[in-house]
């Protein structure tokens, strides 16, 4: 069964420093997008990315945040001076079609990149 | 924004009984989706549901779409321990983002 991969499984930083989280997509979807979840809450809608641009980010995605496809095959998640608050476990899941499409959007989520700010 | 309302937060159940949660919000949905998350992983997708009224079932799951579309449940039947979790419900409508409820998590004693 495809799977959406994610790297590192754990990371921890110090506050400030920069970060980036990797996801390897399944190959033939075509929209990606990046959630996260704080300890013991719900999963939180960070952005969706389609056709090498951001589609829709949420109020939490700020300047900090910033998404690239650098490849054909990778999905990163840059946040580029780290917070306390943003220790969280970051989610990267990836569907065949938009949000809009109905039916056959399901999204397929990675095991997850736990990242902890000190 | 849109918001879930999920219950009951937290359940402990025998190994055996039947499990019972669901899912509400103020805003209408096109679609509703349960999925399961255990420890270290991702959600994983249970059940999707596309249309009001719509009642699937997924082995031992069952779930339904509400009619108001507004609302949603799962239940399910002779749980085992391997049904240990968290189950999330998520709606999405138009072109806005899948939303997320807060959870239910699910223990089952043996």
């Known amino acids: 069964e495809p799977e959406v991969t994610q790297t590192p499984s754990h990371q921890v930083t110090q506050m400030g420093q920069e970060v980036i989280l990797r996801c390897v997509p399944i190959?033939?979807?075509?929209?990606f997008y990046w959630y996260r979840q704080i300890l013991g809450q719900k999963v939180e809608f960070l952005v969706s990315f389609y056709n090498n641009e951001i589609s829709e980010k949420s109020e939490i995605f700020d300047d900090q945040f910033s998404v690239e496809r650098p490849d054909g095959s990778n999905f990163t998640l840059k946040i580029r001076s780290t917070k306390l608050e943003d220790s969280a476990m970051y989610f990267c899941a990836s569907s065949w079609t938009s949000w809009g499409a109905g039916g056959a959007n399901v999204l397929t989520f990675g095991a997850g990149s736990r990242l902890t700010v000190l | 924004g849109q918001q879930l309302n999920q219950s009951p937060q937290s359940m402990f159940i025998q190994e055996g009984e039947d499990v019972s949660m669901n899912c509400t919000s103020s805003s209408i949905f096109n679609t509703w989706l349960w999925y399961k998350q255990d420890p270290g992983e991702g959600p994983v997708l249970l059940i999707a549901?596309?249309?009001?009224?719509e009642l699937t079932s997924n082995g031992r799951l069952t779930a339904q779409f509400g009619i108001t579309r507004k609302d949603s449940f799962l239940n399910i039947s002779a749980s085992i321990p391997s049904d240990v979790g968290i189950y999330f419900c998520a709606g999405q409508s138009g072109n806005t983002p899948l939303v997320f409820g807060k959870g239910t998590r699910l223990s089952v004693i043996a």
């Open positions: 190959s033939n979807h075509l929209y």
């Open positions: 549901l596309y249309k009001a009224g």
